[in-house]
């Protein structure tokens, strides 16, 4: 967090500088730098249209995130110091001439921004034809707030109001890139030349040059689900009883003749019988409540061919670089944590996870999913199979290259394989209930209809 807030001062020093560069362009030229379009001292139309964008979506998006506050409105004021220095850039641009040298500080300027939060937005200023860079820009944006829609479209409208909004920026911003610079930023023919020098010194004083290196990808969002949990676990022990078989009375003690009131009329007369208190009622063993809670260290090492991640809580930034084809990968008892694999492995099994997400580049094996709950993958290259075993709840967001992925599931529930469509991922549920018929020869099952 202190990370975040350094870097929103170096954005609004930027501007500051920015705002300050131009003004002493001004002053240095001797003269009022000529208006656009031949109407001296006025703003140039560019300019005016990027005000009503940042008036219009820009701020409507900053309504949004204040109402959820947190991280999101930390991001919203990242947002909001990058198109107000994008706007000193525009207007500096618009009322002084381009320097010899501008594209070679530009893109000099864009690299040492890569991965920084502004880079999208300078990216716009950058010649030529910035429009379809923003527009994957938008369809990244699509793909990762689509997750946010589909854990809060039902639940709370807060959210979906958020992403709206914040797509509206990047159609509203390709819309104005169309409009006002298809072919790139239009400088000023008259005025004052922009220094390079002083340009390259505004743009990379501590604006964006050293940010924090970005997470593996956006963390699935999960949902608490404690009641369900809970009557899970009441499930659980109720069949580990009825599963004891004939060993269930085991428990029971012997009563001799003496203790039984029909053969012994004087028990009668003291009232009714004490209950014995034998094993059977006793709290269950099995029961997740009543067994105490065992600590386990956290584990994320290569153990022979075998990469172990075991026991992580709450860890967004799990990291596997420097895979090997003959590696596997074993991931047990993880929750609510995210993890990306880089590379090619040749096997990976989730067991006994909870709220876990996976991110990883190429399988030559299988990924099995066994025993879990609320499982999100994403695959960015191939895999053959994933198979997904005693599971409720697991969403696959398979990439063009995996399309030929064999899905193959048994005893889960609620599965979803997500496939890439014209920049977007449209959902499609995989079977959970059949139904079978004997044709005069065998049996033919086949998946039944979900209705609803």
């Known amino acids: 967090m202190a990370e975040t807030h350094g870097l929103m001062e170096r954005l609004e020093k930027a501007v500051t500088r920015l705002e300050s560069l131009f003004s002493d362009s001004h002053r240095s030229g001797g003269m009022e730098c000529d208006g656009i379009n031949g109407v001296n001292g006025s703003v140039a139309p560019y300019v005016e249209a990027f005000d009503r964008l940042l008036n219009g979506s820009v701020a409507e998006f900053l309504r949004y995130s204040k109402i959820l506050e947190g991280d999101v409105k930390t991001h919203a004021e990242m947002v909001r110091a990058a198109f107000q220095a994008q706007r000193s850039f525009l207007v500096l641009a618009s009322q002084c001439q381009e320097p010899q040298e501008v594209r070679k500080v530009t893109w000099s300027f864009k690299w040492q921004l890569h991965s920084g939060p502004c880079f999208h937005f300078y990216k716009h200023g950058a010649s030529p034809k910035p429009g379809p860079y923003v527009?994957?820009?938008?369809?990244?944006?699509?793909?990762?707030?689509?997750?946010?829609?589909?854990?809060?479209?039902?639940?709370?409208?807060?959210?979906?109001?958020?992403?709206?909004?914040?797509?509206?920026?990047?159609?509203?911003?390709?819309?104005?890139i169309k409009e006002h610079h298809t072919t790139g930023l239009t400088w000023s023919k008259t005025g004052p030349v922009a220094s390079p020098m002083s340009m390259r010194s505004v743009l990379t004083s501590g604006s964006c040059l050293s940010p924090p290196p970005p997470p593996p990808g956006p963390p699935p969002i999960f949902d608490t689900e404690t009641a369900k949990d809970?009557?899970?676990?009441?499930?659980?022990?109720?069949?580990?009883?009825?599963?004891?078989?004939?060993?269930?009375?085991?428990?029971?003690?012997?009563?001799?003749?003496?203790?039984?009131?029909?053969?012994?009329?004087?028990?009668?007369?003291?009232?009714?019988?004490?209950?014995?208190?034998t094993k059977s009622h006793t709290p269950s063993p099995t029961s997740p409540k009543n067994s105490p809670q065992q600590n386990h260290a956290p584990v994320l090492e290569l153990e022979g061919k075998k990469w172990r991640v075991e026991y992580q809580e709450d860890k967004n930034d799990l990291v596997i670089n420097n895979t090997e084809l003959k590696q596997v990968a074993y991931i047990f008892k993880c929750n609510k944590s995210t993890l990306q694999i880089k590379?090619?492995?040749?096997?990976?099994?989730?067991?006994?996870?909870?709220?876990f997400g996976l991110v990883f580049d190429n399988v030559v094996g299988i990924v099995e999913v066994i025993n879990s709950r609320d499982i999100q993958i994403q695959v960015m290259g191939k895999v053959p199979t994933i198979s997904i075993n005693k599971t409720e709840g697991c969403h696959i967001y398979l990439s063009e290259e995996s399309l030929d992925c064999e899905i193959v599931s048994a005893k889960s529930s609620e599965m979803n394989i997500l496939i890439p469509q014209d920049g977007d991922y449209k959902e499609f549920p995989v079977p959970e209930q059949f139904k079978t018929a004997w044709d005069g020869s065998k049996l033919v099952t086949e998946p039944a209809e979900i209705v609803g």
């Not at 078989?245 to 009131?261: N, P």
């Not at 590379?343 to 709220?355: A, E, H, Q």
């Open 343 to 355: 590379g090619k492995i040749n096997s990976i099994t989730i067991d006994n996870c909870k709220k």
């Open 135 to 176: 527009k994957e820009m938008n369809d990244a944006a699509t793909f990762y707030t689509n997750r946010v829609l589909k854990d809060y479209k039902n639940s709370d409208t807060r959210h979906v109001d958020w992403v709206k909004s914040y797509l509206n920026i990047w159609s509203e911003l390709q819309a104005y």
């Open 230 to 277: 809970e009557g899970t676990a009441a499930r659980s022990a109720l069949f580990a009883q009825l599963n004891q078989g004939e060993a269930i009375t085991k428990g029971l003690r012997h009563v001799s003749d003496d203790q039984k009131t029909h053969k012994n009329p004087s028990l009668r007369a003291q009232g009714p019988p004490v209950r014995s208190p």
